[in-house]
Structures are given as C-alpha cells and as structure tokens.
C-alpha cells in the first residue's frame, strides 16, 4: 500500500514538474520576442537627396586655374553640382557680358570699380557682396632673358628703372584691372598721363596716355593679364605688369620686381551672387566652402591668391 501510495506521489510530482516546464517553456520565447523588439533599432532615415544644379560663374581671367581646382574639388563631395562652363574673362569684359543680357550666378571681379559698376547697373545683389581675395602687383621678365639673371634673385627692379625708358612694356588696356593699377603706379613715375591729372591712388588708371612720357612707342597693351604675362613670357617685351599668381599660373616668366602697394589702389577681388541667379542659394553655398574649406584654402594658396579674412 505504503509503496502504491509512494508511486502515486512521485507520477504527481513528475506531473506538476512536466506542466511547470511547459508553462515556462511557452512564456519565455514569448517574452524574449518582446525584449527583441524592444531592442531592434529604429530604422534609419533614408541618405538626404539632392536635386541636380548647375552653376554658371562668371570669373576674373587671372583665377581660371585656380577656379578649375576648386571646383573639381568641391564636386568630389558634392556630386549633385556641377559647374557650366566658367567664364573668365577680364572683369570689364564680364561686365559687358552681363549687361548683353548673358545668365551667371555668380561675379568675381579683380577690381572693386568693376564690382561698384555692377552692382550700380543691377547685375549683382549688392547684399551679398564681399572682398574674396587679394593679390599684388609685381613686374615679371622671361625666365631666360637678362633680366631675369641680373634681377630675378633679389628682384630689387624698380618703377624707376622703367622711367629710364630702356625697356618695352606689356600692360592690360583699360578693361583689364591689372593695367589699370599699373597705370596708375606708371603715373607716379611720369610714364602716364591721367587724363584727369591724377597720380598713383587717385588715378583710376582707365583714360590716359604714354605720349610725351618715356615710355611712348614702348608700350604693348593686351586685353587680359593672361597675354600680358605671355608677352613677357615668349619675348615680345622686356617688362610685363602681372598679379603675383599669374607667375603660378602660366610660369615662363621670373619676378624681377614688387611695384610697391603705396602707388595703386589695394588689389582687391569682390564677389557677389548675381540678381538674375535661379539657383542663389546654391551659389552661396558654393562661395562659402570656397573661403572656408581648409582643403580649398590651400588650393587658392598654391595658386598665389590670398583670402580676405
């Protein structure tokens, strides 16, 4: 009896352990899928996209280079932008571009009068006008010429060496921002006339004459720094007038000489978005990576361009 009634206990012991097991054994998964879902990530917010956009910019001819690299750079990490074909022209030049009715989105100028034009015809919101760079002016010989060898290394040429009248002169015409402020250093030297009689900073450098000076029948005039340099470069002239980058930009040529900043107006490049621009805002976006990317500072840099801080 005592053994029957033993056998009956442990078949109920055996039992209530069999349905404690299954009890347990059915709410665990089932809470374990709970926490599951509790601890599954939310899913992530899809890539931002971009609409494609297309920038027109209208550039001072002594930045193509420098502009091309920076543009390459900034479509590297902004894949939905891409640059129409740049225009770099001198800043006169882009002036009359734009007032024939020619689309930009944005103006960079080597020189605030172009700038102070543009913005007085309404090509340019004057709102978002600011000085990008500036530059020097400096007077630059064929690499192989005598000049080069007797002054390239200490580059100690002076203006007074061009008012000897020995030597030919290659400068920007009057659209050309480069010539401009080197009429006006000319001018402190009495190698331009001002056809308002003005010298030096007060000159704008734009009407005027060599005639009666030491330089008359020695001057060769060019519609952009580029073919100035070139002159300079292939031969033509002894003397070139040219910003301090356009000797990284087209090489061939030495510095012989620093006109002094006291005789010109300070070279300054403004820039602005145009008011005509559809794609403003983009534009902006554009100019202010330029200015502040450390990668773009470095590039304007190698290019001899210097930012306005």
């Given at each position: 009896m005592k053994k029957?009634?033993?056998?009956?206990?442990?078949?109920?012991?055996?039992?209530?352990?069999?349905?404690?097991?299954?009890?347990f054994g059915c709410s665990a998964p089932a809470e374990q899928k709970a926490d599951e879902r509790q601890q599954q990530p939310e899913p992530q917010a899809e890539t931002e996209k971009h609409e494609a956009v297309e920038l027109q910019l209208?550039?001072?001819?002594?930045l193509s280079k420098a502009m091309d690299a920076v543009q390459q750079l900034y479509t590297q990490d902004h894949d939905w932008v891409t640059f129409k074909d740049t225009q770099y022209l001198s800043s006169g030049e882009l002036n009359e571009q734009l007032a024939g009715g020619a689309y930009a989105d944005v103006l960079i100028s080597a020189s605030k009068g172009?700038?102070?034009?543009?913005v007085e015809?309404?090509?340019?919101?004057?709102?978002?006008r600011f000085d990008m760079f500036k530059n020097d002016?400096?007077?630059?010989?064929?690499?192989?010429?005598?000049?080069?060898?007797t002054y390239g290394a200490d580059q100690?040429?002076?203006?007074?060496?061009?008012a000897t009248g020995d030597y030919t002169v290659a400068v920007g015409d009057a659209s050309v921002p480069a010539g401009n402020y080197a009429n006006q250093a000319l001018s402190t030297i009495g190698c331009f006339t001002d056809a308002d009689g003005k010298t030096g900073k007060d000159s704008a450098g734009t009407d005027g004459s060599y005639d009666g000076t030491p330089l008359e029948g020695k001057i060769n005039l060019q519609s952009s720094v580029g073919n100035?340099?070139?002159?300079?470069?292939?031969?033509?002239?002894?003397?070139?007038f040219v910003y301090s980058s356009d000797v990284y930009r087209f090489g061939g040529v030495k510095v012989i000489g620093v006109v002094p900043a006291d005789t010109h107006k300070n070279i300054i490049y403004p820039a602005a978005i145009c008011k005509d621009s559809t794609q403003a805002e983009a534009a902006t976006e554009?100019?202010?990576?330029?200015?502040t990317d450390a990668e773009a500072k470095k590039l304007w840099q190698e290019w001899g361009f210097e930012l306005v801080s």
């Open positions: 029957h009634i033993r056998i009956m206990l442990a078949a109920a012991c055996a039992f209530a352990m069999v349905g404690a097991f299954a009890l209208f550039a001072a001819n002594s172009k700038m102070d034009d543009a015809k309404g090509y340019v919101d004057e709102a978002t002016l400096v007077m630059v010989a064929g690499e192989d010429s005598e000049l080069a060898a100690n040429f002076t203006l007074g060496d061009i100035v340099c070139k002159q300079a470069q292939s031969g033509a002239v002894d003397v070139a554009f100019i202010e990576w330029a200015t």
